[in-house]
């Protein structure tokens, strides 16, 4: 099954601030350091007047960082063989990044594939979408992605 990932970051190669997948079947799965902790960085001026006001304008479960990949893998291990799609490279890569916990320990996952597509998730007419927020960021690009895949008649 499909998964579409969005990651907010604080600023180019900054570190990680939300992540959300967005399944195909509808399953989603929102991450966030805790909000508080978030306030109290560093925070790039965009992030700060563009991310930062949206965080929770979706369902998220705040957690340490460090629990992300947990995370990841208990909504992953249903599935055989995921495949996880980004619009965006920094977005694998925090992936990945979470799914290593510890000094030479790194969470049990699923065998999975990723791939990076070329689909603007905005301008979207999906109802509700906030862009920069990573759970509807993820879901519109889902939403993109499927209207691609659609056979066109005519």
């Not at 600023?11 to 978030?38: H, K, N, Q, V, W």
């Not at 949206?54 to 460090?66: Q, T, W």
Request: glycine share 6%; proline share 8%; hydrophobic share 40%.
């Amino acid at each position: 099954m499909k998964y579409y990932i969005d990651c907010e970051f604080n600023g180019f190669g900054g570190e990680l601030l939300t992540m959300a997948l967005a399944g195909e079947d509808g399953r989603d799965l929102s991450l966030s350091r805790p909000i508080e902790e978030i306030k109290n960085l560093d925070l790039d001026p965009w992030v700060r007047k563009n991310v930062l006001p949206k965080i929770d304008l979706a369902p998220i479960e705040e957690m340490p960082k460090r629990m992300f990949g947990y995370a990841l893998a208990k909504f992953l291990r249903p599935d055989l063989r995921p495949i996880i799609i980004a619009d965006w490279p920094e977005d694998l890569k925090h992936f990945c990044d979470s799914l290593s916990v510890a000094p030479g320990e790194v969470v049990t996952m699923p065998e999975f594939r990723m791939e990076i597509t070329h689909t603007l998730a905005y301008p979207t007419n999906l109802e509700g979408a906030v862009q920069h927020n990573a759970l509807w960021d993820a879901r519109a690009l889902r939403h993109a992605s499927q209207a691609e895949s659609i056979p066109r008649t005519g």
